[in-house]
């Protein structure tokens, strides 16, 4: 079963920047679309960016709220995702996680995430 390792996450002033890194287990995972969701307390899980299979320009998706602000990227030697972060808002505080979409459900079980805090 594939897992995923978030990391890269932090503490940034509001108009700053975060890279965010997501390392998968899996052999096929160039295979495979890659998202980033994420969950703010009180909040269900949201979906951020999703970049689809087939090397490093397979097509994106964003949630409206982070378009033209967040960039989502994968290196397949790696079988890393990145998800770039920049012009944060306070409103982007959540703990970020990353998993494979299949359908309506998932790939991988959710790992740790990694914590992002905007300060206003």
């Known amino acids: 079963q594939v897992q995923f390792v978030e990391s890269g996450g932090g503490l940034v002033q509001a108009g700053g920047s975060l890279r965010l890194s997501c390392a998968a287990s899996s052999s096929t995972f160039s295979m495979n679309a890659i998202g980033w969701y994420r969950q703010a307390p009180g909040n269900g899980r949201e979906m951020v960016a999703v970049i689809s299979s087939g090397g490093s320009g397979g097509s994106t998706n964003y949630a409206d709220s982070v378009k033209g602000r967040f960039t989502i990227s994968r290196d397949n030697a790696k079988n890393t995702v990145y998800l770039q972060m920049n012009s944060l808002k306070p409103e982007d505080t959540a703990v970020y996680y990353c998993?494979?979409?299949?359908?309506?459900?998932?790939?991988?079980?959710w790992g740790q995430g990694t914590q992002v805090t905007v300060s206003s």
């Open positions: 998993n494979s979409p299949n359908g309506l459900r998932f790939r991988g079980p």
